[in-house]
Every structure is written in C-alpha cells, then in structure tokens.
T-cell receptor, first 114, second 114 residues
Framework: DGGITQSPKYLFRKEGQNVTLSCEQN?????MYWYRQDPGQGLRLIYY???????QKGDIAEGYSVSREKKESFPLTVTSAQKNPTAFYLC?????????????FGAGSRLTVL | QQQVKQSPQSLIVQKGGISIINCAYE??????FPWYQQFPGKGPALLIA?????SEKKEGRFTISFNKSAKQFSLHIMDSQPGDSATYFC?????????????FGKGTRLSVIA
C-alpha cells in the first residue's frame, strides 16, 4: 500500500541530545513537509522540500535540520538547540506541479524530552 | 501573524445535530481551502476542499460554505455522529502559484455526544 511511514512512533530524549525522526514515502511525491503539532496551536510548518537536494525553512525552523538526499526520504533532526522539543511531529507529502491538491500525512511521531 | 483564524476551539454537539466550524483568512491570493480531520494519535486526513470559484461544496453530510467577499469559509456537519468526534483543521494555500505550503488554523476539537 502506498503511503507515508514515520518512525519511531514514540521517542524519548534526554535534554541536550539530538534525535532524528524518519519519514519515508512510496507515493512518488515530489514535495515533502514537516509540521509540528502542539495542543491548541494547530499545525506549524518546520521545513519543506519541493525537490531532491533542496529545502526551505518554514515558520518554526530554529533548532531543527533536514536533508533530502532521496525523493522518498525526508528525515528531521531535532537538535539540542530546540528549546521546547516535546511535541507531535507530522510528515506529509504532495505530488509536484501546480494544482496538486491532496496533502497526505503520516501517522506522526511523538517526541518527549525527559 | 496568523493567516487563518479558526473558531471555536472546541465544540460539543448532540448526536443528530449540526456542527459548524468557521475560518477566516487574510491573504486574498489563497485559492484552495481544504478541511482536514484528525483522530487521536493519527495524522490528519483530507475531508473536503473548495476553490473560490464556488460558494458551496457538499460531500455526504459534510458541506463547505465559502464567502469570498468576507474572506470566510465554514464546515457544516449535518446529522453529527459520535464517530465524527475528532479535531478539524481548516487550511489555505496558493495552488495556482505552485505547491505553496498549506497554512492551517489552530483546530477545533469536536465532541458528538449521544
């Protein structure tokens, strides 16, 4: 089945550690996105990538980094510089080109900083 | 600056009643307005979407009403059921300008009680 796989589903991190969240899609979508979800805050864009080897900062990129070496993969690293990393992280993708409509989401990864 | 304002933050509706969620946007260049539904612990999924050249779109019990002059759109859920209990997000983007990232509202938590 085509879709987006995020792993791990749950992750615990000690303060000061970097962690990487995986996002893999087999939909052949060109564009991929990372959103952060906090209660009452909606979905806030962290980074997005429209093509391989290129990505842009979203609204809350500070303390995060990404790479897009393959079309299928868009990992997100939460660095120690992110002051409040505990959140639900959602990866999404969409077909390329103008007029593409449906943003498909993964099931999310919940990160908790101890 | 919040580009898409969503209200109410939470909503309780009796089974069989009508659920109404409202959104307002600021950017007149937006030309695509989807609604996403999210169940606890899952990623959001597209529910219904509208473009500004129509004033209403209906899919089953779900209807989007769109008022371009007021820069507002709303989701109506007719005959609300307990299974509709979820968080709903409105969003907006500029599809005609390429895949600009969706801007989301802060979400509405809907509870349908029997």
């Amino acid at each position: 089945d085509g879709g987006i796989t995020q792993s791990p589903k749950y992750l615990f991190r000690k303060e000061g550690q970097n962690v990487t969240l995986s996002c893999e899609q087999n939909l052949n979508h060109d564009a991929m996105y990372w959103y952060r979800q906090d209660p009452g805050q909606g979905l806030r864009l962290i980074y997005y990538s429209q093509i391989v080897n290129d990505f842009q900062k979203g609204d809350i990129a500070e303390g995060y980094s990404v790479s897009r070496e393959k079309k299928e993969s868009f990992p997100l690293t939460v660095t120690s510089a992110q002051k409040n990393p505990t959140a639900f992280y959602l990866c999404a993708s969409i077909p390329g080109g103008r007029g593409a409509n449906v943003l498909t989401f993964g099931a999310g990864s919940r990160l908790t900083v101890l | 600056q919040q580009q898409v304002k969503q209200s109410p933050q939470s909503l309780i509706v009796q089974k069989g009643g009508i659920s109404i969620i409202n959104c307002a946007y600021e950017n007149t260049a937006f030309d695509y307005f989807p609604w996403y539904q999210q169940f606890p612990g899952k990623g959001p999924a597209l529910l219904i979407a509208i473009r500004p050249d129509v004033s209403e779109k209906k899919e089953g019990r779900f209807t989007i009403s769109f008022n371009k002059s007021a820069k507002q759109f709303s989701l109506h859920i007719m005959d609300s059921q307990p299974g509709d209990s979820a968080t709903y997000f409105c969003a907006a983007s500029m599809r005609s300008s390429g895949n600009t990232p969706l801007v989301f509202g802060k979400g509405t938590r809907l509870s349908v009680i029997a």
